[in-house]
Structure formats: C-alpha cells, structure tokens
C-alpha cells in the first residue's frame, strides 16, 4: 500500500471488519410479526438496503422493499410491515424522520455507533464493529452493513424454520468471506490500479449490474461521483438497453460486473457484447475463473470465484479501489471531498 490515506487504509480493513462481523454475537429478537420489509436508508446504506433487499426476497422469501429515506416522499408502511433502518452513523436526519413518523411499527436498525438516535428508535439495532471510518467515502461501514444484513436474514431464515435450499447451501459458505476479500484485494489491486491510470482523462463512465450487483454498481457510481468528482452513472445493464446504450461512442468507458451462475449472466453477457460492439472501452468485474470471449474486455478486475448471492461483498472491492486510485491520480483530497460532512455515530 505505502499511502497515509484513510480510505485505503479503510478499504484494507475489509478482511478484519469481516471477520468482526462473522464472529461477533448475534442475539436475535423474537421475530416480528410481519409480512414484508421495508428498508429505508440514504447514499451507500441505502445501496446496503437494496442488497438486503434481494436477500429477503431470496433467502427468506419474503416480500422487501426499498425506500429512499432521503427523497421526501412519505414512506408507506402498510400493517404487518417491519422497517429496517440502515445508517452508518445512526444520526442521519431523514433516517430519523422515518423511524419518527411511524412510532407503533415493529423497527431494527444496524449503524456503526454504538449509542446512537437510531439505537433510541429501534427496538433491535446491530452495531457494525467496523471501527471509526475516518474517510469520507463510505467502504468498510458498507461491508459491515452488509454482512449484518446477511447474518440476520440467515438467522431469521433457521428461527422461522424456513429451510429454503438455497440458503441452507450458502450457510456453510459465510465462513470463507473474509479470506475471500483478502485474496480478491491481493489479486485485484494492481488491475484496478491500470484501469485507474488507464481512466485519467476520463470525464464520465457508466457501471453495468444486474440482479443483486445492480446495487453495486450505483454504489460505483457514487464511489467514482464524490472521490474522484467524476459524471459516473450506475444502472441495471438490462435497463441499459432500453434507451441509455445511444450514449456510448468510440472509447466510452464503461464498467460491467459479470458473475457466472447467475440467473443474469448470460444476458449480461450479451449486452455487454453490444455495448462493446457500439466502441465502449469495456472492464469488466468477474471472477477469476469465469469463461468469456477473449476480445471481449479491454480490462477485467478480477474476483474470487463466490457464490452470486454473496458475490456483492466482493464486487464492490474493485470500484472501491479504482476509485480511490483514480482520485490519487488527479492529486484530490480523497479523505475529505470537497462540498461533504461526514457524520460519525
Ligand atoms: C457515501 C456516504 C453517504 C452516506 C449517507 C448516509 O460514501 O457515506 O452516501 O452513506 O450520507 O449516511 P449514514 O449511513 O450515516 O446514514
């Protein structure tokens, strides 16, 4: 590494935060009574929502919604719905609101603090142990967001006895997450690095999910957006078809996360393949032992091969890391964005 910058340092932690986060205690409350979850969170916890969100909907098989805490819009929370709550700080004022402005219904929380306003507010709120994220740019908060989302959905899955095969199978692949992110640090570090240098000039990229990794793909965007002050848009690669793609020209740089076994890959495939054909200057995020046409991608940062379900805590590894170089390379003050505060729980 040899750099005194939080967010590296931060990025590097991931491995520990993980480890923190798989083995600490998780006392389960009895389970609400309820139908259906929504999440309502702002920025990168809101991006932990939506993968929460596919994770309810997955591995427990139960309707979830996300709201976007910040927007304004009165959230709607029929009867017999639980509010999940996500802040890294616990102190966000719209997250607030939303716990405020429905007092009777059943909520939880997971934030960073420990004794935070959202700990006040919800009757069940996880702690992250990611330690203090000094960076501005959120990156190991989300990780631990998101395996807090992950552990609960699986404990909740053996509470309700709910044996959905899926979820029984990925139970015995949690344990390996943490050596999972230090390999895909090792092996795809000096990758993100050339895409970084290869990228300096760039003044607009697009990022490609699908499934799942939609929701780390906005999580680039926003990365890319308030470090490296880049016009960065994250969307659905499917959706992308539907109008967006008239954007790309010769050189367009746009980023696409592939990952094999999942139900979307295939597709995903082939409308990268059309956005290559149109002249895009095509990365792709995929694993290490994925097959794809040689000519496909100008550059791949490379993943461990893991599970699609799991696969976000890996993916946004990479746009982390490209991120950061990025903004080294253009000499910005990557702790400190310019026009941020950062609240800390
Ligand atoms: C991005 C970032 C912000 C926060 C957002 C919500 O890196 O940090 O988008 O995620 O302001 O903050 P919390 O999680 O504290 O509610």
Redesign the pocket.
């Given at each position: 590494m040899g750099d005194s910058s939080q967010m590296l340092a931060n990025i590097f932690e991931q491995p520990s935060v993980a480890e923190r986060c798989l083995a600490m205690d998780l006392p389960m409350p009895p389970l609400p009574d309820v139908d259906r979850v929504i999440f309502s969170?702002?920025?990168?916890?809101?991006h932990a929502g939506m993968v929460g969100r596919s994770w309810w909907q997955t591995l427990l098989q139960i309707p979830a919604h996300l709201e976007d805490a910040a927007d304004g819009y009165p959230v709607q929370v029929p009867p017999k719905s639980l509010i999940y709550l996500?802040?890294?700080?616990?102190?966000?004022r719209d997250?607030i609101d939303v716990a405020q402005r429905f007092p009777t219904a059943p909520k939880w929380g997971i934030?960073n603090g420990s004794k935070t306003r959202l700990h006040e507010l919800a009757s069940y709120t996880l702690q992250t142990h990611a330690g203090e994220e000094k960076a501005?740019?959120?990156?190991k908060?989300?990780l631990g967001q998101l395996l807090l989302l992950l552990r609960v959905a699986l404990a909740w899955h053996d509470r309700a006895n709910r044996n959905v095969p899926q979820t029984i199978v990925l139970q015995s692949k949690i344990a390996q997450i943490p050596q999972q992110i230090q390999t895909t640090l090792n092996q795809t570090e000096v990758a993100c690095q050339q895409v970084a240098q290869k990228l300096v000039a760039a003044d607009r990229l697009i990022l490609l999910g699908s499934g799942i990794n939609t929701a780390i793909a906005l999580e680039g965007a926003?990365?890319l957006k308030?470090t490296v002050y880049l016009h960065a848009e994250g969307l659905s690669s499917g959706d992308f078809m539907h109008g967006p793609i008239a954007i790309i020209e010769s050189g367009f740089p746009v980023i696409t996360i592939a990952i094999p076994g999942s139900a979307t890959y295939d597709k995903t495939i082939t409308e990268a393949k059309r956005v290559k054909s149109y002249g895009a200057y095509l990365i792709g995020i995929t694993t290490e032992s994925a097959v794809y046409d040689a000519d496909l991608f100008d550059a791949v940062l490379p993943i461990t091969d893991i599970d699609e379900l799991l696969s976000p805590l890996l993916t946004v590894i990479p746009l982390q890391l490209v991120a950061y170089y990025m903004a080294k390379n253009r000499g910005l003050a990557i702790d400190a964005p310019r026009n941020l505060t950062?609240?800390i729980?």
């Amino acid at each position: 590494m040899g750099d005194s910058s939080q967010m590296l340092a931060n990025i590097f932690e991931q491995p520990s935060v993980a480890e923190r986060c798989l083995a600490m205690d998780l006392p389960m409350p009895p389970l609400p009574d309820v139908d259906r979850v929504i999440f309502s969170a702002c920025g990168t916890s809101r991006h932990a929502g939506m993968v929460g969100r596919s994770w309810w909907q997955t591995l427990l098989q139960i309707p979830a919604h996300l709201e976007d805490a910040a927007d304004g819009y009165p959230v709607q929370v029929p009867p017999k719905s639980l509010i999940y709550l996500l802040s890294q700080s616990g102190q966000t004022r719209d997250v607030i609101d939303v716990a405020q402005r429905f007092p009777t219904a059943p909520k939880w929380g997971i934030t960073n603090g420990s004794k935070t306003r959202l700990h006040e507010l919800a009757s069940y709120t996880l702690q992250t142990h990611a330690g203090e994220e000094k960076a501005v740019a959120a990156t190991k908060t989300f990780l631990g967001q998101l395996l807090l989302l992950l552990r609960v959905a699986l404990a909740w899955h053996d509470r309700a006895n709910r044996n959905v095969p899926q979820t029984i199978v990925l139970q015995s692949k949690i344990a390996q997450i943490p050596q999972q992110i230090q390999t895909t640090l090792n092996q795809t570090e000096v990758a993100c690095q050339q895409v970084a240098q290869k990228l300096v000039a760039a003044d607009r990229l697009i990022l490609l999910g699908s499934g799942i990794n939609t929701a780390i793909a906005l999580e680039g965007a926003l990365k890319l957006k308030e470090t490296v002050y880049l016009h960065a848009e994250g969307l659905s690669s499917g959706d992308f078809m539907h109008g967006p793609i008239a954007i790309i020209e010769s050189g367009f740089p746009v980023i696409t996360i592939a990952i094999p076994g999942s139900a979307t890959y295939d597709k995903t495939i082939t409308e990268a393949k059309r956005v290559k054909s149109y002249g895009a200057y095509l990365i792709g995020i995929t694993t290490e032992s994925a097959v794809y046409d040689a000519d496909l991608f100008d550059a791949v940062l490379p993943i461990t091969d893991i599970d699609e379900l799991l696969s976000p805590l890996l993916t946004v590894i990479p746009l982390q890391l490209v991120a950061y170089y990025m903004a080294k390379n253009r000499g910005l003050a990557i702790d400190a964005p310019r026009n941020l505060t950062k609240f800390i729980g």
